[in-house]
């Protein structure tokens, strides 16, 4: 049987197959699927940030107006879920759908149908969680990380979000197993695992972390129901339980899960940087091998969040140096990004700008977590609005402004138009600046002490909130201008070239020359 090249199965299937919502329903072209992933991925953004917004509305200003604190820790619990496992993830994975099978050359995911399965798995937990708000008692209140005791006493809504997490986790185990049988089934003859684009070894790495801490985070939520509703005392002190057990078990699922988070957007800013610098990213085989360490060491720092439960000072210290030592391989990422574009030829089309921007503030964000590693200082800081302002510089700023650029530098592949560059642009900068506005001045309520998820607060800290609000109702405004130039894009414009990117090396959709530090000829294309 001859070999099929993608775009054929995907024409086959819009002419032979079943038409309209049902094609999309049943369809098991990664093509479509990724696309799925993206849509479910930007609503889920949009619902999260709306809860996010009344939380800032909230905060404007000290005292009471707009919610009442029960429903207002419903909002930072649900804010968080929908956003780590219903925004940030799934859009990866639909960048993983659609990019993976065009960059190593394969006709397909391995597993096409499963790949189906897995996602509409993900519409389902979404109805669940945010179903979650309108059941008596409303949503949890734990925070997003569920902590016991509080987790145990909850509502039926608490209850919903433990099944909600379930389906999402075989969602995700299931999305790793078909991303790893992929790359390492079903390359094209010549593609060799230190040839691949970079964005394949993060997913390949990040899909071996996804199968190593889902699990985890399954057996906590259950222990958490067994608990709830089956007499059983993991977490409860008075049946001779912990609570600080949970707070293990949670966060040795939880730090890896920031690194799924982190690891591709260092994928895709590794495709986009050498492109726009117009030179093969330096250092390939350094930033395989400072992926790799990456994940092995984000199994041993979890512990770092956990600094104020009366650990031996030994532990502290293991926890700190280790979490230090994290530093190392994410400089040497940040080493090689800066040496590629020395003395490049640089130029700043939106996806460019998005990854520049993304060096920038995730670096900031980098700096104040290995602040926060310090475990004299982290007692002070300890849930206080500097560790907000520091995990959304890593997740807005990383996570978020890396699956920007990835979308603007792909789009013209996926759509077969260019998006307005006007449009891009005014987006970014909107972005960059708002975001600064709303989550740098939460630096310094931190240091003042003030505390996070509380809806009312002393009138000290009123300045730096208003800040913060305006901020983030501009930051929220922006992403409306994103959502402008897709659909304009979509709906048709002016058509891409064979390589949008004039002048760079399409790096994106071809086999990479001979080895990573040779001189570009212009590579076969892998259509």
């Given at each position: 049987?001859?070999?099929?090249?993608?775009?054929?199965?995907?024409?086959?299937?819009?002419?032979?197959?079943?038409?309209?919502?049902?094609?999309?329903i049943?369809?098991?072209?990664?093509?479509?699927?990724?696309?799925?992933y993206?849509i479910?991925?930007?609503?889920?953004?949009?619902?999260g940030?709306?809860?996010?917004?009344t939380?800032?509305a909230?905060?404007f200003?000290?005292?009471?107006?707009i919610?009442?604190?029960?429903?207002?820790?419903?909002?930072?619990?649900?804010?968080?879920?929908?956003m780590?496992?219903?925004?940030?993830?799934?859009a990866?994975?639909?960048f993983?759908?659609?990019?993976?099978?065009?960059?190593?050359?394969?006709?397909?995911?391995?597993?096409?149908?499963?790949?189906n399965?897995?996602?509409?798995?993900?519409?389902?937990?979404?109805?669940?969680?945010?179903?979650?708000?309108?059941?008596?008692?409303g949503?949890?209140?734990?925070?997003?990380?569920l902590y016991?005791?509080?987790?145990?006493?909850?509502?039926?809504?608490m209850?919903?979000a433990?099944f909600?997490?379930?389906?999402?986790?075989?969602?995700?185990?299931?999305?790793?197993?078909?991303?790893?049988?992929?790359?390492l089934?079903?390359?094209?003859?010549?593609?060799k695992?230190?040839k691949?684009?970079?964005?394949?070894?993060?997913?390949?790495?990040?899909?071996?972390?996804l199968?190593?801490?889902?699990p985890v985070?399954a057996?906590?939520?259950?222990?958490?129901?067994?608990?709830r509703?089956?007499?059983?005392s993991?977490?409860?002190?008075?049946?001779?339980?912990?609570p600080?057990?949970?707070?293990h078990?949670?966060w040795?699922f939880?730090?890896?899960e920031?690194?799924?988070?982190i690891?591709?957007a260092f994928?895709i800013?590794?495709?986009?940087?050498?492109?726009f610098?117009?030179?093969?990213l330096?250092?390939?085989?350094s930033?395989?091998?400072a992926?790799?360490?990456?994940?092995?060491?984000?199994?041993?720092?979890?512990a770092?969040?956990?600094?104020?439960?009366?650990?031996?000072a030994?532990?502290?210290?293991?926890?700190?140096?280790?979490?230090?030592?994290?530093?190392?391989?994410?400089g040497v990422?940040?080493f090689?990004?800066?040496?590629?574009?020395?003395?490049?030829?640089?130029?700043?089309e939106?996806?460019?700008?998005?990854?520049?921007?993304?060096?920038?503030?995730?670096?900031?964000?980098?700096?104040?977590?290995?602040?926060c590693?310090?475990?004299?200082?982290?007692?002070q800081?300890?849930?206080?609005?500097?560790?907000v302002?520091?995990?959304h510089?890593?997740l807005?700023?990383?996570?978020?402004?890396?699956?920007?650029?990835g979308?603007?530098?792909?789009?013209?592949?996926?759509?077969?138009h260019?998006?307005?560059?006007?449009?891009?642009?005014?987006?970014f900068?909107?972005?960059i600046v708002?975001?600064?506005?709303?989550?740098?001045p939460?630096?310094?309520?931190?240091?003042?002490?003030?505390?996070?998820?509380i809806?009312?607060?002393?009138?000290?800290?009123?300045?730096f909130?208003?800040?913060?609000?305006?901020?983030?109702?501009?930051?929220?405004?922006?992403q409306l201008?994103f959502?402008?130039?897709?659909?304009?894009?979509a709906?048709?414009?002016?058509?891409?070239a064979?390589?949008?990117?004039?002048?760079?090396?399409?790096?994106?959709?071809?086999?990479?020359?001979p080895?990573?530090?040779?001189?570009?000829?212009?590579?076969p294309?892998v259509?």
């Open positions: 049987m001859s070999a099929v090249t993608p775009d054929q199965v995907h024409d086959d299937h819009h002419h032979h197959g079943p038409t309209g919502l049902m094609r999309w049943t369809t098991t072209n990664h093509k479509d699927i990724g696309t799925m993206l479910f991925s930007f609503i889920m953004f949009l619902s940030g709306v809860m996010a917004l939380i800032r909230e905060l200003k000290p005292g009471l107006q919610v009442q604190p029960e429903f207002f820790n419903q909002l930072t619990t649900m804010h968080g879920l929908v780590v496992f219903g925004a940030i993830m799934p990866f994975v639909g993983a759908n659609w990019m993976l099978p065009l960059m190593i050359g394969a006709s397909d995911m391995a597993f096409a149908r499963m790949n399965w897995s996602f509409w798995l993900l519409p389902v937990a979404a109805v669940l969680l945010i179903g979650s708000f309108f059941v008596p008692g949503a949890t209140a734990a925070g997003w990380t016991a005791p509080l987790s145990v006493q909850m509502g039926m809504g209850d919903m433990i909600a997490i379930h389906i999402m986790g075989i969602s995700s185990i299931m999305g790793a197993i078909n991303i790893i049988v992929t790359i089934n079903m390359r094209a003859p010549g593609m695992m230190m691949m684009p970079l964005f394949c070894w993060t997913w390949l790495i990040t899909a071996y972390l199968i190593a801490v889902m985070l057996g906590a939520v259950t222990m958490i129901l067994t608990d509703h089956f007499g059983t993991f977490f409860n002190a008075a049946g001779g339980g912990d600080v057990l949970y707070q078990v949670f040795f939880g730090h890896p920031v690194y799924i988070m690891l591709p994928g800013v590794s495709q986009i940087i050498p492109t610098a117009r030179k093969p330096f250092g390939y085989a930033m395989v091998y992926t790799a360490s990456i994940a092995i060491l984000s199994f041993v720092v979890w770092h969040h956990m600094f104020t439960t009366g650990m031996p030994q532990t502290q210290l293991f926890f700190m140096y280790a979490t230090m030592l994290i530093a190392v391989p994410t990422k940040v090689n990004w800066v040496a590629t574009m020395w003395r490049g030829s640089l130029t700043f939106t996806p460019m700008l998005f990854a520049v921007g993304f060096l920038f503030v995730f670096t900031i964000g980098g700096f104040t977590g290995l602040i590693a310090i475990a004299p200082i982290d007692i800081l300890q849930d206080t609005y500097y560790v302002a520091h995990f510089y890593v807005v700023a990383g996570s978020l402004f890396a699956l920007f650029a979308a603007y530098y792909w789009l013209p592949k996926w759509t077969g260019m998006y307005s560059e006007k449009l891009g642009k005014l987006h900068w909107c972005s708002f975001f600064n506005v709303t989550f740098f939460m630096h310094f309520l931190g240091l003042a002490g003030m505390p996070r998820r809806p009312d607060y002393s009138l000290q800290f009123a300045d909130n208003a800040l913060a609000s305006i901020g983030a109702f501009g930051f929220g405004l922006s201008i959502l402008a130039a897709v659909i304009k894009c709906r048709g414009g002016e058509k891409a064979a390589k949008p990117w004039e002048g760079a090396e399409g790096l994106e959709w071809t086999v990479p020359s080895a990573p530090h040779h001189t570009f000829e212009t590579p294309v259509e």
